[in-house]
Each structure stands twice: as structure tokens, then as C-alpha cells.
């Protein structure tokens, strides 16, 4: 089974911390991705990468910055937390040949006060 | 618009009812069409994908492409408790390296 995992559950942080998510992943994909979900807007995508230290901007890439030094691990760093960043935060991987089937992590919901 | 529009309900339903989910998209190059189901707190897990139009079948569950009106369906037969959660479809284009999903319909079956 593929298994997709988050460094963490539940963060809490404060504005103006600098904050990393990490996610690894088991069943060396070549694809790796960042969602952010909100109530009303769904999964919007935030950065995803096809490599290792490749990466491309998604949708809402603003705030965020993100880093793929090996092929199983992809972080999402918060450069600089915001209320506004407050949100659940997905992981997905893929593989390149099967990209009808993303596999998600179980989420971090992070609140920054 | 949004590429891919979906009624974010809530739907309430008796068990045993058959469900049936929406959703729309606009890009007439999508390929792909999945659906995701999410329980509350965790992360989507991918339940069905179809590609091209037509039915695709897997126990309870039926998803259903209409290219011509762009339309995804997913029904549920003799729904079950346990298949309250949020579903989310979601598209893409073949080679393309993102997703594009829809708001997501929260549904819960009432025993």
C-alpha cells in the first residue's frame, strides 16, 4: 500500500513564525504536491514538484515557498506565518505513469494565531 | 468560473437511498475523472476513475461520464452509515501535472 505521510497533525503557530510542513512518501513517485483546503473552496493547489530540486508554482503559490532535496520528501515551508495561512494542509504523490491516481497524506490542520 | 463545479451540499440521506453526486467542468481537454471520498479530519482517498465517457462499475458504486455536457456523476447503491464523508471529483488533462477538483459534497447517510 502507498502510504503518504505528514510530520504533523496539528500545528499551532504564531504570525510571523516561520513554519515547515513535511511529507514523505513510501513508493518512490516521481510526482509530489502541496494542497491547501478550505471550506467553499476545496483543494486549491499550492506547489507541486516532478523531481527532485524541481518544483512548479500551482494556484495559490503566494506565502509559500517549498523544497525537494530527495525524491520522497517534499516540505512546505511558511516563510513568514499569516492568519491568513490558517487552513488543513494535504500532501499528495504520484506516480508519473499512473497520474489518474494521486495518493494524499492524512493532513496538517494548522492555525496561526 | 471554475473549471470544475461541484454542489457542496450538505446532503442528507436515509440508508439504503441511492445517492447520486454531481459535478460540472468546463475545459473540454479533460481526460481524466476521478472521485475522492474524505472522512472527516483525514486526507481524500481516490475511490473511482473513469476515462472517457461512459459507466464504470465497482460494488455500491458507479461512476459516470457525459463528455458531450461535460457532466460526472458518482451514485451510491444501498447507502451505508459509513459512507457519510465528503466526495470530491476532480479532472485532468492527460500528460497534465495537476489535478483540478471541485468544492467537494458533504454526505451523510442517516440509519
Known amino acids: 500500500d502507498v502510504k503518504v505521510t505528514q510530520s504533523s497533525r496539528y500545528l499551532v503557530k504564531r504570525t510571523g513564525e516561520k513554519v515547515f510542513l513535511e511529507c514523505v512518501q513510501d513508493m518512490d513517485h516521481e510526482n509530489m504536491f502541496w494542497y491547501r483546503q478550505d471550506p467553499g473552496l476545496g483543494l486549491r493547489l499550492i506547489y507541486f514538484?516532478?523531481?527532485?530540486?524541481?518544483?512548479e508554482k500551482g494556484d495559490i503559490p503566494e506565502g509559500y515557498s517549498v523544497s525537494r532535496e530527495k525524491k520522497e520528501r517534499f516540505s512546505l515551508i511558511l516563510e513568514s506565518a499569516s492568519t491568513n495561512q490558517t487552513s488543513m494542509y494535504l500532501c499528495?504523490?504520484?506516480?508519473?505513469?499512473?497520474?489518474?491516481?494521486?495518493?494524499f497524506g492524512p493532513g496538517t490542520r494548522l492555525l496561526v494565531l | 468560473q471554475k473549471e470544475v463545479e461541484q454542489d457542496p451540499g450538505p446532503l442528507s440521506v436515509p440508508e439504503g437511498a441511492i445517492v447520486s453526486l454531481n459535478c460540472t467542468y468546463s475545459?473540454?481537454?479533460?481526460?481524466?475523472f476521478m472521485w475522492y471520498r474524505q472522512y472527516s479530519r483525514k486526507g481524500p482517498e481516490l475511490l473511482m476513475y473513469?476515462?472517457?465517457?461512459g459507466n464504470k462499475e465497482d460494488g455500491r458504486f458507479t461512476a459516470q461520464v457525459d463528455k458531450s455536457s461535460k457532466y460526472i456523476s458518482l451514485f451510491i447503491r444501498d447507502s451505508q452509515p459509513s459512507d457519510s464523508a465528503t466526495y470530491l471529483c476532480a479532472s485532468h488533462i492527460q500528460g497534465a501535472q495537476k489535478l483540478v477538483f471541485g468544492q467537494g459534497t458533504r454526505l451523510t447517510i442517516n440509519p
Open positions: 514538484s516532478y523531481d527532485v530540486k524541481m518544483k
Open positions: 475545459n473540454s481537454a479533460f481526460q481524466y
Open positions: 473513469t476515462y472517457s465517457s
Open positions: 499528495a504523490s504520484e506516480r508519473t505513469s499512473r497520474q489518474e491516481t494521486q495518493y
